[in-house]
């Protein structure tokens, strides 16, 4: 079975840096870094005591790792306002999380080199468990100031309605 349906010629798979996070309708400013998807079903293993001496096994629970966004230090207030609405010090008692959208869909893009969307994740029910706002600040180092937001979440799928794109093809001027 072909790799690719579309593009019948390509054999390379994307790659892992053209991609986008996008949450409440708006693509996020400057994310260099997305960790992996990852989900694991926990094994159920059973035996009735007149089976062989090996064990059944089924699937049981399944959970969904946090996912952590990067993203260099810049003044776009993206990540610090959604983490502000788990936990706001200072907002006064009973109003320290905002329970009324303190949860957030987000849309992950893969693009292909020619910067069209090729695949797309789905992550449903995030929250903001861990924010760092300031990493370490070190005066003898020669690196950019990551922020970090890790967001639990409650699942994700593929959206199968983004297929394959119709990559263009370049040919030399004559």
Known sequence: MAQFTVNERRFDPY?????????????VAGVSKVSPL?????????????????????????EYEAITLERGISHDPAFERWANKVWNFGSGLGA????LDFRKDIIIEVYNEAGQVAIAYKVYRC??????AVPDLDANANAV???HLK???????????????????????A
């Not at 790659?15 to 693509?27: C, L, S």
């Not at 929250?127 to 760092?132: A, G, K, L, N, R």
């Open 38 to 62: 990852k989900r694991t079903t926990e094994v159920v293993t059973h035996r009735q005591g007149g089976d062989p001496s090996s064990s059944r096994k089924s699937p049981g629970r399944t």
């Open 15 to 27: 790659k892992n840096f053209k991609f986008r996070v996008k949450w409440d309708g708006q693509y």
């Open 127 to 132: 929250w903001v468990s861990e924010f760092q």
């Open 151 to 173: 967001l639990e979440n409650e699942g994700w799928e593929r959206d199968y309605e983004v297929s394959e794109p119709t990559e263009p093809s370049f040919t030399e001027p």
């Open 145 to 147: 100031a990551i922020q």
């Open 96 to 99: 320290e999380v905002s329970l």
